[in-house]
């Protein structure tokens, strides 16, 4: 498949732009009508239409599409004709998009209508699994097509479209045919996956996947929240309320997250008692890292000013870390191992320990955290910390490390959401993130 030159199929497809053929239903038609199509898959259409729509494109690609009568290849065509390892879009700026075997891409939806303005979770999600051509200049792709909650809805009852993102898609076990012309762009499909301390960072406004589905066994994969809070509703990731946040366990026997609305509050006073006990939170163990030699900071007054320093809007990163450390320096203690253990905290990066000291967080209500939330980036810093605690050094890029930046990681809950997609307006309300104790072992999270 990979003999041909790219000359030969550059050629292929510029000839071949000229077809536009939506295979898919239309964003407007109900998606509750699927169930009731009488193919197997509801996305197909009983019959080819002459498809006429010019879509606009996305702000880079304007491609031109010009109505054709192409008719979608067999299965037994598709078997005859000539396979390729990729293909080129060119658009109208005469840039060249090049979409590989096993790329996911963007696929231009099927009635989308001229001049219509499309948003980005608007496209179809496909992941090309062939390349070939029929005759001399009719390029197809086989896909294989990411499903929205909705659509998944339309056919699974029980599926909850409600709690899935905007951006999520279901990795369906549907295939189809699909004209070239009708690609947009590559794109990355991030996999969000339940429990995992090592989940790379999502960023909000990027496909990501967490379940897989398989049409005729209207099989959803892994159940929706199963691996997830007592309550087992899944996690929802758009959901902008603060009580739908959730809070992970990171210790061995629980690594769970828990809804902020499930999970019973830490009634312990002292920020600085609880800031250490999350820092203590090990994901390698069920044991704590000890500062003291005994588990647990002796109790404490409250200092003035701590409390409120969760939550407040400007600086927090430098000040809010300095309240932590001042929290520390005024335990009282007098033994000298843990007063070491002190110094030596205070004498890490300010930045790494006030990671290290937050809760594990994800939800709409803290925006920075994308969807994946800050799991990663905590887990890690905790792990640098309590190697640093043993006296190792702590690396000089360590921010590196992290997966993410510090105000990704930092929690942060806005009071209304994440209620719109623009980014770096003006203050938002916060809330001060819930102080919470897991319900299976009890432990600060
Ligand atoms: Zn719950
Ligand atoms: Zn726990």
């Keep these: 498949m990979q003999d041909k030159t790219e000359e030969e199929v550059k050629g292929v497809q510029v000839k071949s732009v000229a077809r536009v053929f939506g295979l898919r239903r239309s964003l407007s038609e109900p998606a509750r009508n699927f169930h009731s199509s009488t193919s197997p898959y509801p996305f197909c259409m009983p019959s080819r239409k002459r498809t006429t729509f010019t879509p606009r494109k996305s702000k880079k690609a304007k491609r031109k599409h010009v109505g054709g009568d192409p008719t979608a290849p067999t299965d037994e065509e598709w078997l005859k004709m000539t396979e390729f390892g990729s293909f080129i879009v060119r658009d109208e700026e005469q840039v060249e998009h090049t979409f590989k075997k096993g790329d996911t891409a963007t696929v231009l939806p099927h009635g989308a209508k001229v001049g219509e303005a499309l948003d980005l979770y608007d496209y179809w999600i496909a992941k090309i699994r062939g390349v070939r051509v029929r005759?001399?200049?009719?390029?197809?792709?086989?896909?294989?097509?990411?499903?929205?909650?909705?659509?998944?809805?339309?056919?699974?009852?029980?599926?909850?479209?409600?709690?899935?993102?905007?951006?999520?898609?279901?990795?369906?076990?549907?295939?189809?045919?699909?004209?070239t012309t009708a690609f947009d762009e590559v794109i990355p499909m991030r996999r969000l996956i339940e429990g995992e301390i090592e989940q790379p960072f999502i960023p909000r406004n990027t496909f990501y996947t967490r379940y897989t589905f398989e049409y005729l066994a209207r099989n959803v994969q892994p159940k929706p929240g199963i691996d997830s809070c007592m309550c087992n509703t899944p996690y929802a990731?758009?959901?902008?309320?603060?009580?739908?946040?959730m809070h992970f366990c990171p210790r061995l026997s629980c690594r769970r997250f828990f809804h902020a609305s499930c999970a019973p509050r830490d009634r312990r006073v002292g920020a600085a008692s609880r800031a250490n006990r999350l820092l203590m939170a090990s994901t390698d163990s069920d044991e704590a890292v000890a500062l003291s030699g005994q588990g647990e900071p002796p109790k404490k007054k409250p200092k003035l000013g701590s409390s409120g320093g969760r939550g407040r809007g400007r600086g927090r990163g430098r000040g809010r870390g300095a309240d932590m450390q001042r929290d520390l320096d005024g335990n009282g203690s007098n033994d000298d191992s843990h007063d070491s253990q002190e110094l030596r905290l205070k004498a890490l990066p300010e930045d790494l320990v006030l990671v290290a000291q937050q809760p594990i967080v994800r939800g709409a209500a803290f925006v920075a955290g994308g969807v994946s939330g800050n799991i990663s980036a905590v887990v890690r810093a905790r792990r640098l910390v309590s190697a640093a605690l043993a006296g190792v050094e702590v690396p000089a890029k360590w921010k590196d490390l992290l997966g993410c930046t510090i105000e990704n990681a930092v929690v942060e809950l806005n009071e209304l959401g994440d209620s719109s997609d623009e980014e770096g307006e003006g203050e938002r309300p916060t809330v001060n993130v819930r102080k919470l104790l897991c319900p299976h072992c009890g432990g600060a999270i």
């Design 135 to 179: 005759g001399t200049d009719d390029v197809w792709v086989r896909v294989q097509w990411y499903w929205s909650g909705e659509e998944v809805h339309g056919v699974v009852n029980a599926f909850d479209a409600n709690k899935c993102g905007r951006y999520e898609r279901i990795f369906s076990d549907h295939f189809d045919y699909v004209s």
């Design 237 to 245: 990731p758009d959901d902008p309320s603060p009580a739908s946040v």
